[in-house]
């Protein structure tokens, strides 16, 4: 019966974040075409999209190889057993210990491989620009990531998500070395996610494009999945946010159904604040230029890598 | 048994050397020598695998010196690289039945490399000083004589001069090393180094001479050189062999050395591992990225590794020293993984570059493009090694350096100072080489199988035979597996870390659904085959969803490209252009870096040029003062060219007198 229960939860986390995926970049959408006192279209939008790419016919490039065709389940795949191992509403769940936070940030890693490579199959030179630009961009977003995991987890004294949180919410204080890793992250979401100021989601036909460059001859149920994909890493980072920096009305995977509802509505209502918080970043921001983008995750990196340190010097005092 | 057995085949390899010369004529030597390699290699993997009876077994054979005779020992550490060793081997002449094939003059490869893979287990062998450094020089020089098999390239020719130098100089570091071990009493053989008491400064010198020797071999930063130059030179399945298992046999070299031999450590001598081991992966990963030659790609991405191992086996040094016994076994076992990961996974690549240069006689990734359409196989399995390499799950490259992760983590408990400081620096290059690395594997899968053929060459290369795609397919396999299933690798190694660095991981085989678990599954864990069995499944299930509601249907027109038509493959991104931006931004720290525009006014008919400059600083700043300081040495020693018989005699009684005060003193 518990056993039952778990796995439930479990499948409920899944279908959790796939729903709510779309729905977040709708809600950043309308939150940013509200700001510019547009009205913008609906929230649910992003999903109507997704529907109606999923009925489309793909049109293929003439010299689309197999890899290709596979490239956007798997990065689609990877980036949703990721997101479904991120702590949401509750911690522990059943196949929580499958990865811990270093193989997470990893499954981002493949994902990002196999985009780049998609990105240079059909060999247009927009497709390459985007590939190179992306592998910069995650030459530097992926240390300055580990150098936050590091300094979470000499802190908490593990690697495992769900046992960071539940220290978090344990010990609840105020420290300096987090507080930088939590810059840090802020910095390293923003680029991986390809937000502005290191790129421009809603941008097309611009030779500053990372993202769409990449994804540039994709159409039809293949750029749906993509499309899902990216929505997915976004709301990964919220929830990666939201979990490891505040893990206020987590439940946990043993507490019952009542905690869990409490825990998704804290959930829901942190996904809101984080949203609200990119759309107001983003219409204040103006985009950097390509080549300054190396020191904005490199500033990353260094307060990652302070924040490393800073642990390791003040646990031994 | 083991040990007979082991030597007997190491005895038929040498034979099968003599068989090559003998039977030159006949046009099936090719063929029968590699069979004869696969099945000698085989025969020593199993001797390697076989319960032994003892813990060890070891034998005194009255060859060699008088008196001192050749020892020979197998034990766990043995046992662990003598499998890595002639698994590698095996593959490599699986591979070279058929590309073998294609060899012009067999004759510069046939006799050297029986002798080769001979000479690589000798070393795994011994178990005295003389017999190690005998099979050494043994390993070295039929190497070299491997890389100048096609010695009318100018390139190659020069490849070999300095693999020789640089093999020499690493040989005289390893005497010394072993001169200082061994004392002036000269017990030679490991058993009595073994119990001899060592003083401070004799250890401090064997370590620093041990990591040049070994390290020159291994290709440690920066004593690299050689090896970008060297092992491309060699036909590929020897590459192969020099890449994935050569560096390991001086790994095990490392190890056996200093983990076994010096005794117990003190806390500093992992600074140096951890250091150079941390330069060489940064060095590497960066050359790598920047590198257009496939061949040279590879051989650069292999100093990258060795030094992921050396940060290993530093921190387990480190661990060792403070009696932390589990932690030591976790760096340990990281180490020896990524050294079984590595030598699996550097042999697909270079195989996979054997076929792609077989097919279309090109070693450069500028003028390649679109394999994946020409080349459907080579190019699956050489994607599955650039996920290995690359360090993504769910493949095995990845497991291992989460193993190191795991084991810098538990560092903050580490007393000294010094290396408190030193792991979050160590820490952050392996991270950066791990991303690096990705980006580089992504830019040479890239450039050389996807787009669009830059060559006709390129357009109608084909799939090799099947002896070669059999064998790089198994060693995919094997990957997997060990990706999949890393708890019994874990679990085999583990003895090996508890002789040798005092403790072990908990049993793997004991978690549930195959997890692994270095500490604690409290505080990690990891399970690839769930998380492969979840990609799959959420994979397939999205297909089978949209593929019922939605559509299934699809259509080829030509590419999109934003509206533009492109008429011509080379404007497609080249390899320097998609490592323009790491250059850009890395590059100016690692390499001195120029890029160069040279733009004609406007008006004026002649083209524009690009060029850019590379130049390595460790060559600029080190190797050519090095080779000036030498030069004129030589300079000024000759004019002892040029004495008379008095003179010379004059000197032999000088330096006579001198050496016999020395002793007397």
């Known amino acids: 019966m518990t056993l039952l229960f778990n796995i439930l939860a479990q499948g409920v986390q899944m279908l959790l974040v796939l729903a709510l995926a779309p729905l977040l970049i709708g809600f950043v959408r309308k939150l940013k075409a509200r700001l510019l006192r547009r009205k913008g279209p609906p929230i649910i939008q992003p999903w109507l999209d997704l529907i109606r790419l999923l009925r489309k016919e793909v049109v293929l490039a003439e010299n689309a190889s197999w890899l290709y065709r596979w490239a956007p389940y798997l990065i689609f795949a990877m980036i949703w ?237 | 048994m083991p040990l007979y057995l082991a030597l007997t085949c190491v005895s038929a390899l040498l034979a099968v050397s003599v068989y090559a010369i003998v039977d030159r004529r006949n046009h099936d030597v090719s063929r029968n020598v590699y069979r004869l390699c696969i099945g000698l290699c085989g025969v020593l993997f199993l001797a390697a695998v076989m319960p032994r009876g003892a813990h060890v077994v070891s034998t005194a054979l009255p060859l060699g010196l008088p008196w001192i005779g050749m020892h020979f020992r197998i034990d766990v550490l043995t046992a662990f690289f003598l499998a890595v060793v002639n698994l590698g081997g095996a593959a490599a002449s699986a591979y ?144 192969a062999l020099m890449s994935g298992v ?101 042999s697909l690549l270079f195989f996979g570059a054997g076929a792609v240069l077989n097919a279309s006689g090109e070693r450069s990734i500028e003028r390649l493009g679109g394999l994946i359409h020409s080349m459907p196989k080579t190019a699956f399995l050489f994607l599955g090694g650039c996920v290995a390499i690359a360090a993504l799950p769910p493949l095995n490259g990845f497991v291992s350096e989460w193993l190191v992760f795991q084991a810098i983590l ?80 874990i679990d085999m190694i583990s003895p090996v870390a508890k002789d040798f660095v005092g403790g072990r991981m908990p049993t793997q085989a004991e978690l549930s659904w195959l997890s692994i678990a270095p500490v604690a599954e409290s505080r990690s864990s990891y399970n690839g085959l769930l998380v492969f069995a979840f990609i799959l499944f959420s994979a397939y299930s999205a297909r089978w969803v949209i593929h019922k509601f939605g559509t299934a249907r699809s259509r080829r027109a030509p590419a999109w490209d934003c509206g533009y038509i492109e008429t011509s493959p080379m404007t497609q991104y080249t390899a320097s252009s998609f490592a323009q931006p790491i250059r850009r931004t890395l590059g100016v720290i690692a390499f001195s870096v120029r890029d160069r525009l040279d733009m004609p006014a406007p008006g004026d008919t002649r083209p524009a040029r690009l060029s850019v400059d590379i130049k390595d600083r460790i060559f600029d700043y080190l190797y050519a003062p090095l080779t000036r300081a030498v030069e004129s040495c030589a300079a000024g020693l000759n004019i002892l060219s040029l004495l008379t018989i008095q003179e010379y005699l004059a000197l032999v009684f000088a330096a006579l007198v001198f050496l016999l005060v020395l002793v007397a003193i």
């Open chain 1, 81 to 317: 057993v990721a997101a479904s191992l991120v702590p949401t509403f509750a911690t522990g769940l059943t196949f929580s210990w499958s990865a811990d936070l270093i193989a997470i940030i990893a499954l981002l890693g493949s994902a990002r491989f196999f985009l780049a490579l998609a990105g240079m199959d059909i060999g247009t030179s927009f497709g390459g620009i985007g590939s190179s630009r992306e592998a910069m961009f995650g030459s530097l977003a992926e240390p300055a990531m580990m150098m936050i995991v590091f300094t979470v987890s000499f802190v908490a004294g593990t690697t495992q998500l769900s046992e960071i949180a539940a220290y978090m919410v344990a010990n609840m204080e105020l420290r300096a070395s987090v507080g930088m890793a939590l810059v840090a992250l802020l910095i390293v979401a923003i680029a991986e996610n390809g937000r502005i100021p290191v790129d421009n989601p809603a941008t097309h036909l611009e030779l500053t494009m990372v993202h769409e460059a990449m994804v540039l001859e994709y159409s039809g149920r293949y750029l749906a999945l993509i499309e899902l994909a990216a929505a997915l890493k976004l709301l990964l980072y919220l929830s990666l946010i939201a979990c490891v920096f505040f893990p206020v009305g987590l439940a946990s995977h043993d507490a019952g159904a009542e905690a869990m509802m409490i825990g998704l509505c804290a959930y829901v209502l942190k996904l809101a604040i984080g949203g609200g918080a990119l759309a107001l970043f983003e219409t204040t921001t103006a985009k950097m230029r390509i080549f300054r983008v190396p020191d904005f995750l490199g500033a990353g990196l260094m307060l990652g890598l302070l924040a490393t340190l800073l642990v390791f010097v003040t646990r031994s005092l």
């Open chain 2, 246 to 346: 050569m560096t390991k046999v001086a790994i095990y070299g490392f190890i056996r050395v200093v983990f076994d031999l010096l005794g117990p450590p003190a806390f500093w001598w992992s600074v140096e591992p951890m250091t150079f081991g941390a330069a060489s992966a940064l060095i590497g990963v960066l050359f790598a990225t920047i590198q257009s030659d496939l061949k040279k790609l590879l051989a650069y991405s292999t100093i990258e590794n060795i030094g992921i191992i050396f940060i290993a086996l530093g921190l387990a040094l480190a661990f060792k020293a403070n009696g932390m016994a589990l932690p030591a076994a976790l760096a340990f076992t990281a180490a020896l993984f990524h050294v079984f990961n590595h030598s699996l996974f550097k």
């Open chain 2, 96 to 239: 070279a039945i058929g590309y073998g094939a294609h060899e012009k003059e067999p004759m510069r490869v046939l006799p050297f490399y029986p002798a080769f893979l001979a000479g690589m287990n000798l070393v795994v062998l011994a178990d005295d000083a003389f017999t190690f450094l005998v099979a050494w020089e043994f390993m070295s020089l039929t190497s070299w004589a491997l890389v100048l098999t096609h010695h009318h390239e100018e390139e190659n020719r020069r490849a070999g001069f300095v693999y020789l130098l640089m093999a020499s100089f690493g040989g005289f570091a390893l005497l010394m090393a072993f001169g200082v071990l061994g004392g002036v009493a000269g017990a030679y053989d490991f058993a009595s180094i073994r119990e001899s008491t060592k003083e401070g400064w004799k250890t401090g010198l064997v370590l620093a001479l041990a990591l040049v020797g070994m390290g020159s071999k291994a290709g440690l930063a920066p004593l690299h050189i050689w090896l970008p130059l060297a092992h491309p030179a060699a036909p590929s399945h020897v590459s």
């Open chain 2, 410 to 489: 538990l560092s903050p408990s580490l007393p000294q100072w010094t290396v408190k400081l030193l792991v979050p620096a160590v820490g952050v290059a392996l991270a950066l080489s791990a991303a690096l690395g990705a980006g580089c594997y992504i830019r040479a899968y890239g450039v050389a199988f996807l787009g669009r053929p830059r060559s006709e060459a390129a357009r109608a290369a084909h799939d090799p035979d099947r002896w070669s795609l059999g064998t790089m397919a198994v060693l995919l396999t094997l990957c997997l597996m060990a990706g999949l299933l890393p708890s019994l690798l």
